[in-house]
């Protein structure tokens, strides 16, 4: 039987209302009631000439397919002056904020680093790291509740990609609060002082990526960074701006993400205890519980793209110029696609979530982060039996990127 949903239950209002809402603190910290309200306008919502709301899953697979809807990259961020800020003056660097050819070549430099082989060859990482984590937090354990971001969901990916990359142990939470500072700038800008943090966090990342690479590059090791440098140099596809960029985006990306999802599935495998339990022992349970986790409450919910010309775009006009905002999160619950979507159920088929996007700038780390989630929520659970949480758990102020600021938990007898 399907799992009910445990949103918290809120008053219904209206799609203008809910608009309005959908991107103030407690429009972020509880959107799914806002993209229920939002339907009744539709799949496809005109906001005049600030752009498109897309919510419907055939939609955004049309639009992230449409070669004439672009990533924001450097031009676009040029013509709104963001570019002058240091955040997306290093992510225009990179190819998920970059068009054709520069995508193209970009994302060809770094193919290797995300392939089936190489993310197989990490899934002991992840459990070592989490056995690990899990070890510590039984020393942490006093009676009182622990919170299982800082202590285990972030301490895990940050251990396996600071270990790929070949950043110290010593350095690798150190950089914990730069790399969650960076990712306030996919949210939408009223007042570029809300670019401040992003800002901070992403001068942090780049200066120290920037010296670890001209340190590899004196001493070359067997790590990720290393590879990369000599790739680098003896090809010359990347500039030196577009390798360090490229480096702070794998650790980003091998951060943040698996983080996120590592948190909402904890939470949901609590909800959801008969479920929860599976987790532990059965390989084909774990892999469809993550699945339905990133349908359900994924860590990513929107990408922005802009028109590079007029589109006639199901039945309305997306004019160019004009910026579309693809609700992924919005998608994963269309219930043209869907059935029950509100509900938390293992027993779909053909279950495919859009919380990676789609097309060719479909997420190149999407096995990475799920690999990392899958290796290491049945290891908690195993040494935890009897985890749970003690407080509802609290959202960052942020829906594109999206997950557990705080998650407290008691560990059980």
Request: hydrophobic fraction near 40%.
């Amino acid at each position: 039987m399907p799992a009910t949903d445990h949103r918290p239950t809120e008053p219904a209002m209206g799609p203008a209302e809910a608009l309005s809402e959908l991107f103030t603190p407690a429009g972020k910290h509880h959107p799914y009631s806002l993209y229920d309200a939002l339907w009744h306008l539709g799949p496809v919502i005109p906001l005049g000439p600030s752009g498109t709301l897309v919510l419907g899953y055939d939609e955004i697979c049309t639009a992230l397919r449409d070669s004439r809807l672009l990533v924001t990259d450097a031009t676009v961020h040029r013509t709104t002056g963001m570019i002058e800020h240091s955040s997306w003056q290093c992510f225009t660097k990179i190819m998920m904020f970059s068009n054709p050819p520069d995508h193209e070549r970009m994302r060809r430099f770094s193919a290797w680093a995300y392939a089936p082989r190489q993310v197989a060859e990490r899934r002991h990482l992840a459990v070592r790291a989490a056995e690990h984590w899990a070890a510590r937090l039984a020393t942490l354990d006093d009676g009182g509740p622990i919170d299982l971001v800082e202590a285990f969901a972030t301490r895990v990916p940050v251990t396996v990609t600071g270990e790929l990359l070949g950043i110290p142990e010593e350095d690798r939470m150190a950089l914990r609060t730069a790399i969650t500072a960076t990712t306030t700038a996919f949210e939408p800008v009223f007042d570029r002082e809300e670019l401040r943090p992003a800002d901070a966090g992403m001068d942090v990342l780049v200066d120290y990526l920037d010296d670890l690479v001209r340190e590899r590059r004196r001493r070359p090791g067997d790590d990720l960074i290393s590879t990369m440098v000599r790739d680098r140099d003896t090809g010359g596809e990347l500039s030196e701006e577009e390798l360090v960029a490229s480096l702070v985006m794998f650790l980003i990306a091998g951060v943040q993400s698996p983080s996120d999802l590592i948190g909402s599935t904890v939470r949901l495998a609590l909800d959801h205890p008969a479920e929860g339990r599976r987790l532990t022992s059965d390989d084909d349970h774990i892999r469809a519980f993550v699945t339905e986790t990133l349908r359900f409450d994924p860590p990513n919910h929107v990408l922005t793209r802009a028109a590079a010309t007029d589109i006639d775009f199901h039945g309305h006009r997306i004019a160019a110029g004009t910026r579309a905002l693809l609700v992924l999160a919005a998608a994963n619950r269309d219930p043209r696609q869907f059935t029950d979507p509100a509900a938390f159920d293992l027993t779909r088929t053909d279950n495919r979530p859009l919380s990676f996007g789609l097309g060719p700038h479909y997420c190149l780390g999407a096995a990475f982060a799920r690999t990392q989630v899958e290796a290491a929520v049945p290891v908690l659970l195993r040494r935890f039996p009897h985890l749970t949480l003690t407080a509802p758990p609290a959202y960052r102020d942020q829906l594109v990127t999206r997950g557990f600021a705080h998650m407290e938990v008691s560990l059980g007898a």
